[in-house]
């Protein structure tokens, strides 16, 4: 059994070994994030509640690191944690078990009241290892579709305004709505979860909201948030009644209108999930656009990881990490 520590600065070199088949954007915004942001010293000591930053830890034997996890807080009053990030030797899960069981163990005790974690579908082992040795249990899925050929279909300013954080009670009674009766307990959302972080400017990705509302009488209908974690790529997520039909393209549309204010060139992909009660639909709509299905990952709880192949040093890896396209983004 290993030693399990916080990950430090003189860590860099080996950190930078074990996810060199990153491109150097998304390693640089790794490190930076895991490792030299200057708040993370003073974050550790953070109760719960206020924590905002993830925070990443390895398991090391002799003077070798041997896994490495990253976990986050989400925005839940419920105190939800997330393990964003899941790195070790390849083949070695009693190495990712310990680091599992070991995040499990602290934040559970400093009042987490779940922890929750998305792997693809493809990693049946990894998946094993968590519902195993890990108790964690399958609750749904989440698909990511990338959007090959952009969509040009007409759509109305006066639809879509910017989000206020009076919306918030709306979209979560929204999105709450739109769940499965059976997966409310353990995917319910707060009106707080929608509210702007104060400590915005200092979170690892970026996020723009937008509300959908009728043109006459101004009623919410529903929201889109746009996320970027390398500002290349993106991905649209809508959340929308069960019972008003909107024009699922005219939205897609209004989506890329808003990131070409900020981008020329850039890769979108669109959410959805099993848990959503008319995701069918979305699929069966999304599949004759010819949207290509690049990622299903299983999402577990106990209330994209990815194989390596070829790496810079002779150890192999097994990572657990957020969607990161490795092929060029589409003409526009």
């Keep these: 059994m290993g030693k399990i520590r916080k990950l430090y600065y003189f860590d860099k ?8 088949f990153l491109n150097n954007r998304v390693n640089d915004k790794y490190i930076n994030s895991t490792m030299f942001n200057p708040l993370l010293l003073f974050h550790h000591l953070l ?6 930053l993830p925070e990443s830890f390895v398991l090391e034997e002799g003077k070798e690191i041997k896994g490495l996890i990253t976990v986050a807080p989400t925005k839940s009053l419920e105190k939800k944690m997330e393990i964003q990030k899941l790195l070790f030797e390849e083949n070695c899960f009693s190495h990712a078990a310990e680091l599992v069981q070991y995040v499990v163990s602290k934040y559970k005790a400093k009042g987490a009241t779940s922890i929750i974690v998305k792997v693809d579908d493809y ?3 990894l998946i094993e290892m968590f519902i195993f040795k ?10 990511l579709w990338r959007i090959n050929k952009f969509i040009d279909a007409p759509f109305k300013n006066e639809e879509f305004r910017a989000f ?7 979209i979560s009674s929204i999105y709450n709505d739109s769940l499965l009766p059976h997966f409310r307990p353990l995917l319910y959302n707060e009106p707080f979860e929608y509210r702007e972080n104060l400590c915005k400017g200092l979170s690892p990705y970026c996020e723009y909201k937008y509300i959908i509302q009728d043109l006459t009488s101004k009623k919410i209908l529903g929201c889109v948030i ?10 649209v997520d809508l959340i929308k009644s069960n019972w008003t039909n909107l024009d699922i393209n005219s939205i897609i549309s209004f989506a890329i209108s808003q990131i070409r204010k900020r981008k020329n060139k850039f890769g979108l992909f669109i959410k959805t999930k099993q848990y959503i009660a008319d995701n069918e639909k979305l699929e069966e709509l999304f599949a004759q656009n010819g949207f290509e ?3 299903n990952q299983i999402i577990l709880t106990n209330s994209s990881a990815k194989v390596l192949k070829d790496n810079s040093s002779e150890r192999k890896y097994t990572i657990l990490t957020d969607f990161m396209p490795n092929i060029p983004l589409p003409n526009q």
């Design 13 to 20: 070199k080996e950190t930078e070994e074990m996810i060199s």
């Design 47 to 52: 109760p719960l509640k206020l924590k905002f």
């Design 293 to 295: 299905c690049v990622q």
């Design 226 to 235: 746009i996320q970027t974690l390398d500002n290349e790529n993106f991905i």
């Design 123 to 125: 990693l049946t082992e």
């Design 164 to 170: 206020r954080d009076a919306d918030t009670k709306v």
């Design 134 to 143: 890990c108790n964690f249990s399958q609750i749904s899925s989440e698909k």
